[in-house]
Every structure is written in C-alpha cells, then in structure tokens.
C-alpha cells in the first residue's frame, strides 16, 4: 500500500519570499502524484498534478512541482508568496489502476507580512 | 464555473442514530467519491462509485456505510448507527474519469455526541 509525508506541519515565511513544501511518497507501483490546497471552510482544490512526462509540473497561482522518482519525492515550490497563498497544502497519491487518492498529514502555510 | 456542494454544512447527531449526508456532484463527471477526515488527521478515503455500484472501497468502509445515486444529480453517504468516532469532516468529490482530477466538496462536519 502507498503512503505520504509531509515532513513539515507548518512553514512560517515572510511575504515574497520562496517556498519549498515537502512530499515523499512510497508505493511499490507507479502513482500519480497530486497537490491539493484547502482555504478556510472551502474545499480542496487542485494547484497541480504529475501523470507522465516531463517531471517538472507547473500549477495553478504560479506553484511548481517537480516529480524525482529516485527520491520518491514530489516538492511544491513557489518563488515568491503571497499573503492569499496562507492555507493548507496536502499532498496525495493514486496507484496505477486505483482512483483512491491518499494524502498526505497536510502542511500548513503562514505568510507573514 | 462549476462545483461540487455538500448539505448540510454541520450536522449534530445521536450515537446510534442514522445520518445521510448529501451531495451534488458536478453534472457531467461520471466518478463519485467520499473522504473523510477525522480532526488532526489525515484525509481518509472511504469509497469510489461509477456506472450505480462501488468501484473501490477502503477498510473504513465497513456494513454501517452505504452508498446511493438516488437521482440523477445526488450522491448520498449514508451511517446506520453513528458512532463517536464518526465525528469528522466528510468531503464528497467528483471526476469527470477515473483518473482525472477529483473536484472536491466544502465537507459536511459530522458530530456525533
């Protein structure tokens, strides 16, 4: 069975700085890899997904992902943040030939004035 | 744009008592889907529905749970016999296929006292 970890529950940084969310996945077979963000009292909605291809994933709200298959991981990165970026970031994986998606803890993103 | 909504926002139930917690996916996605998180936990999924029947179920899917598209646009999670460790946010999601992105739900807190 796969799982995903989010090292980080929370990563405090200071508006229009860069920032690196980190996901490490395991699974004994090739996954798709997701990340979700959650505002206050909404949904989760997709920022960005790796199915094939090229291992660098741009999304939504100028996030990246780059998928390393060797480390099994999958690192969210953006720049330069925003203050409308402070939410919570999950990560999330389907097995080949699964729909269920699992996630990650969840990490919590503060942008700080 | 389209979204998938949840009914109600917060529901408050009994131990014992049966609860049906509502949702209306977006009109064309053909997979349905049901997650739940527990409070300081990780996003748990609990069933993949398409085509009127389960696809994937995971082991939090036990008798007490079923699920029914009872008309064309709703997509119901039903509890038999709530229990105190239902208490939980339940998100309900859709997907246009079964490996497309899943669109989720604001959640329906559950509180079972």
């Known amino acids: 069975a796969q799982s995903v970890t989010q090292l980080d529950s929370q990563v405090p940084v200071f508006e229009e700085a860069p920032v690196e969310l980190r996901c490490n996945y395991s699974?004994?077979?090739?996954?798709?890899l997701f990340w979700y963000v959650q505002y206050p009292n909404q949904g989760l909605q997709l920022l960005l997904k790796?199915?094939?291809?090229?291992?660098l994933v741009k999304g939504i709200n100028g996030f990246e992902a780059e998928f390393n298959k060797s480390q099994t991981s999958f690192h969210l990165r953006k720049p330069s943040v925003h203050i409308s970026d402070t939410a919570e970031y999950f990560c999330?994986?389907?097995?080949?030939?699964?729909?269920?998606?699992?996630f990650g803890s969840g990490t919590r993103l503060q942008v700080q004035p | 744009e389209p979204e998938v909504t949840q009914t109600p926002s917060h529901q408050v139930t009994q131990m014992g008592q049966e609860v049906i917690l509502r949702c209306v996916p977006i009109?064309?996605?053909?997979?349905f889907y049901w997650y739940r998180q527990i409070l300081g936990q990780k996003v748990e999924f609990l069933v993949s529905?398409?085509?009127?029947?389960?696809?994937?179920k995971s082991e939090i899917f036990d008798d007490q749970f079923s699920v029914e598209r009872p008309d064309g646009s709703n997509f119901t999670l039903k509890i038999r016999s709530t229990k105190l460790e239902d208490s939980a946010m339940y998100f309900c999601?859709?997907?246009?296929?079964?490996?497309?992105?899943?669109?989720f739900g604001p959640g329906t807190r559950l509180t079972v006292l």
């Open positions: 790796y199915l094939s291809g090229s291992t």
């Open positions: 999601a859709s997907s246009e296929s079964g490996y497309n992105e899943q669109f």
């Open positions: 699974s004994s077979v090739s996954v798709y």
């Open positions: 999330a994986v389907s097995e080949l030939g699964r729909r269920a998606l699992t």
């Open positions: 529905f398409y085509n009127n029947e389960i696809s994937e």
């Open positions: 009109s064309n996605h053909l997979y």
